[in-house]
């Protein structure tokens, strides 16, 4: 497997790429890495992505912790390494369990859950498994996040998965990780 969609070297981006790379740089996560290699390429379409997943990811409703434990799922049900090398040591660092994240990788459920991370972990699960989720469940996340809560775990699994497509497809390499790759 290729990296098919590389960095561009910035003395040959567009003035469109350069605002959209320095729109990214500048903002919290520091620099052009990941999924905005490829999405570089159409940079109207990174600003709009690069602007939702820092909502989705710093300032979601159901909050960091959860945030992290919901991308690791999507990142394991699209067999995503990069959001996985990527993620999987931040889930650590915000309090997800290692026995958690183990259990993720391999496609279980984690036995010592948070009442909270069960229910995301099985709200996400049934999403990708099944492209809906159960009565029950919603009920249950509704119950811990309300209706912007829902919504923002809908959209922190519809973002990611968005993600995985475009790193899936441009075969972005996984950059050095604490993390296992996923196997």
């Given at each position: ?30 620099a ?71 259990a ?41 996040f ?30 050095p ?7």
């Amino acid at each position: 497997m290729s990296d098919r969609l590389q960095s561009i070297s910035p003395e040959d981006w567009t003035d469109a790429q350069r605002a959209a790379a320095r729109d990214i740089i500048n903002g919290p996560r520091g620099a052009l890495y990941g999924p905005f290699v490829p999405l570089l390429r159409s940079p109207e379409l990174m600003g709009y992505a690069q602007k939702l997943g820092e909502y989705l990811r710093y300032r979601s409703a159901i909050g960091v912790r959860l945030s992290e434990l919901a991308i690791l799922v999507t990142a394991r049900e699209w067999d995503q390494q990069v959001e996985w090398a990527i993620h999987a040591p931040i889930a650590r660092q915000v309090g997800i369990p290692p026995d958690v994240i183990d259990a993720i990788a391999r496609r279980e459920r984690p036995r010592a859950m948070l009442v909270d991370e069960g229910v995301v972990h099985d709200f996400c699960i049934e999403l990708h498994r099944t492209k809906r989720v159960s009565d029950r469940v919603y009920a249950d996340a509704l119950a811990l996040f309300g209706e912007q809560g829902v919504v923002d775990l809908m959209g922190v699994n519809g973002y990611y998965t968005f993600l995985a497509m475009v790193m899936n497809t441009a075969q972005t390499e996984a950059p050095p990780s604490s993390a296992a790759p996923l196997p």
